[in-house]
């Protein structure tokens, strides 16, 4: 209600001045004896001015002049006004009906008439509940297409031997590891990630975040990008181990976009960008899309204003066994000066503000690297195996911790 309300004053107001100015416009042309009569006013005006007729001829005169005047204007807007009347109202009405009726039809053809207003808060929680009942692993498997290569009969052939040997021993780790490269260099993702659930299962307790984070990544693919509700577990189980696993991460921030979270998309993806090499996988397709989730999440981002990634690229090592040490020296002071940007800025793990403290160390800037030092320590201050790795920084970098 409150928005049709809103709407019909937005609508008047905006019509308002136009219908004003159709009724204010002139109508009609005056008639040519009303405009005789009225040179004929000013001209009395004149002569009584300039003395060339007499107070009361001028008074006489200027009484019939108006009396006559009054006569026919009143006969000319007699005859006029029901001609200007109807085109008045059919000038408004030419106006008024168009308008109301393109906003009326763009409202219903783009907008969601009789949907009630909600609250953020509510919004979240719908979307929540949608994402918690969206499809599983399978219902998403089985619309994708059916892509796996078979153009190698020898290959096929091995594989299958692969499967046979492998369902008479279940527990073969080396084997079910093969199996997962196989499957995926054939593009059966449905059965490498079977068999990277295999991997998972013999390890046990021994599996690391890269093997959750490789499962996780299998079923994604599988799935045509999709990330199930069973794939988000395994993802979850990945950062539960490791919970720096850029992989994991990336697919992570996806998971919210699809589900309709940017604001949880958004963080995720930029703080990743910053704490990542420059060579990472993830970063081509999370610069792809991370201006318009930036832009979702209500906080449109440039790509040049996104944080850098950490650390030389391949092509930066290429580059720097070119360079004089001099050269090389200003390029480290240049990459030190980035992260400590970045770290003052946005923060990160305190991997980061080991490596910064020891870069220092190495430049010969210990003051630097103790004043580094002493804030990382506050930031860290509840975090024990962060302190160790920030205390064996400090050791290398030559400093007291």
């Known amino acids: 209600m409150v928005f049709w309300v809103t709407a019909c004053v937005l609508l008047i107001t905006c019509l308002l001045p136009v219908l004003a100015a159709l009724r204010s416009s002139k109508q ?21 001015a300039r003395g060339t007729l007499p107070e009361a001829e001028a008074e006489a005169a200027r009484t019939e002049v108006a009396r006559r005047l009054l006569a026919a204007d009143r006969a000319a807007r007699e005859q006029a006004e029901p001609a200007g009347t109807g085109r008045r109202w059919l000038g408004g009405a030419s106006i008024v009906v168009p ?30 509940a949608a994402r918690a009942e969206r499809p599983g692993q399978a219902v998403a498997q089985a619309e994708v297409p059916d892509n796996i290569d078979t153009s190698d009969p020898q290959v096929t052939e091995m594989v299958g031997q692969l499967r046979d040997i492998l369902a ?14 196989t499957e995926s260099g054939l593009r059966n993702f449905e059965a490498a990630w079977q068999a990277q659930n295999r991997v998972v299962a013999i390890l046990g307790d021994d599996a690391t975040g890269d093997d959750f984070a490789l499962l996780a990544e299998l079923m994604i693919i599988a799935a045509g990008g999709y990330v199930s509700p069973e794939a988000e577990e395994v993802l979850n189980e ?24 940017p604001d949880l998309a958004w963080p995720i993806w930029r703080r990743l960008v910053a704490e990542s090499d420059p060579d990472a996988p993830w970063l081509e397709p999370i610069y792809a899309d991370i201006e318009r ?3 979702l999440a209500g906080d449109p981002t440039p790509l040049d204003q996104l944080p850098r990634p950490r650390g030389p690229s391949a092509a930066d090592v290429d580059a720097a ?7 090389r020296m200003d390029m480290i002071g240049g990459m030190v000066e980035g992260l400590a940007s970045r770290l003052a800025s946005d923060g990160g793990p305190p991997e980061d503000w080991a490596r ?6 190495v430049l010969g800037q210990q003051d630097r690297a103790a004043a580094v030092y002493a804030e ?10 962060a302190l160790d790795t920030l205390f064996q920084a400090a050791e290398r970098a030559g400093i007291s911790p």
Request: charge should be neutral; avoid cysteine; proline fraction near 6%.
């Open 168 to 181: 008479e021993r279940p527990d073969d780790l080396q084997g079910w590891r093969l199996a997962v490269q």
């Open 99 to 128: 308008v109301i009726a393109v906003t009326l039809g763009t409202y219903l053809w783009i907008g969601a008439p009789g949907y009630p207003d909600l609250p953020l808060a509510l919004r979240k929680a719908q979307i929540e």
């Open 376 to 385: 990382a320590k506050l930031v860290f201050a509840d975090n024990p195996g």
């Open 28 to 48: 009609r042309k005056d008639a040519p004896d009303v405009a005789v009569y009225r040179d004929q006013l000013r001209e009395l005006e004149r002569d009584a």
């Open 356 to 361: 910064l403290i020891t870069a220092h160390g």
């Open 238 to 261: 990945t950062l539960r181990r490791d919970p720096a696993n850029g992989t994991a991460r990336y697919y992570q921030g996806s998971m919210f976009a699809q589900g309709g979270r």
């Open 293 to 295: 989730i930036s832009s």
């Open 321 to 327: 066994a070119g360079m004089t040490l001099e050269e």
